[in-house]
């Protein structure tokens, strides 16, 4: 089992930019799916932003345009850009894991893993 960890949250204003980060530790042998998704208090999960093995990325359509997604292979590290922030990205951040690693929709039933979570909040 993989054990993941964010950081980078925080409080910015609309318009501002956050990098969060991702840390990915334990069985990092096996290939998977990385993911960001995110929930916000009184609302269902939503899938943000996926990546494959090979690096092929995709995004929600709430994010497509403002948010890239990125990972180190060699430090096993996740990364998500954020620009162009809106209020309505407030919500606390998620890194997880699941599949294997091959198609990596955004939208999953489950997953496997995922970290305590981060939160970012986007004021008017």
């Known amino acids: 089992q993989r054990h993941l960890v964010e950081s980078g949250g925080d409080s910015v204003q609309t318009g501002g930019s956050l990098r969060l980060s991702c840390v990915v530790s334990g069985d990092t042998s096996r290939p998977s799916c990385l993911h960001w998704f995110r929930q916000a208090p009184g609302k269902e999960r939503e899938g943000v932003a996926s990546i494959s093995e090979r690096g092929f990325t995709q995004y929600a359509d709430s994010v497509k345009g403002r948010f890239t997604l990125s990972k180190d292979k060699a430090k096993n590290i996740l990364y998500l850009q954020m620009d162009n922030l809106k209020p309505e990205d407030s919500a606390m951040y998620y890194c997880?894991?699941?599949?294997?690693?091959?198609?990596?929709?955004?939208?999953?039933?489950?997953?496997?893993?995922w970290g305590q979570g981060t939160q970012v909040t986007v004021s008017p």
């Open positions: 997880a894991e699941e599949g294997l690693g091959t198609w990596c929709p955004v939208v999953v039933a489950t997953y496997n893993s």
